[in-house]
């Protein structure tokens, strides 16, 4: 892995969310992910999810259309940790509140010529007594 520079991935992502009454997809969307090599950070940012009833297949809103999860830590070709927030339009908001447990972890696959890894894929699950919120990312 490289130890300076940094590199920004774009690709794809999904996720699922339950709350207390519903299940939702939120249907794949572009997703970014960045890598700062010198400081060994990694983040991703999906947003303008499009997001439908598991059930009714009707359209809904769930209160955030955007998920970060910003500053995990990276260790040979794989990184994992940091923090999981959500956002509607810009602003955070907190969909899952209640006895909150978060993880995320993600891998670096491929080098180019260059050095910098060809492509980057991961998950990050948030859960609480509220919901549940999976995400799934990849990108090159």
């Known amino acids: 892995m490289p130890s300076t520079g940094s590199a920004v991935f774009k690709g794809e992502a999904q996720a699922s969310y339950f709350n207390t009454t519903s299940n939702f997809d939120l249907g ?9 090599f010198a400081d060994d950070t990694v983040n991703v940012e999906v947003d303008s999810f499009t997001i439908t009833n598991r059930e009714t ?14 500053g995990m830590r990276v260790f040979g070709n794989q990184f994992s940790g940091g923090t999981i927030t959500t956002e509607r339009n810009g602003a ?10 978060q993880s995320a972890i993600g891998r ?3 080098l180019k010529n260059d050095g910098v890894p060809d492509e980057v894929g991961g998950i990050g699950y948030l859960k609480g007594d ?7 990312f990849i990108a090159d």
């Not at 297949?57 to 910003?70: D, L």
């Not at 509220?130 to 799934?136: F, Q, R, S």
């Open 57 to 70: 297949k009707v359209s809904a809103n769930v209160g955030f259309n955007c998920v970060k999860i910003s």
């Open 130 to 136: 509220d919901g549940t919120l999976t995400t799934i």
């Open 92 to 101: 955070e908001v907190a969909i899952i509140e209640d006895d909150t447990q």
């Open 108 to 110: 670096f696959f491929g």
């Open 28 to 36: 794949e969307r572009n997703s970014k992910v960045t890598a700062n």
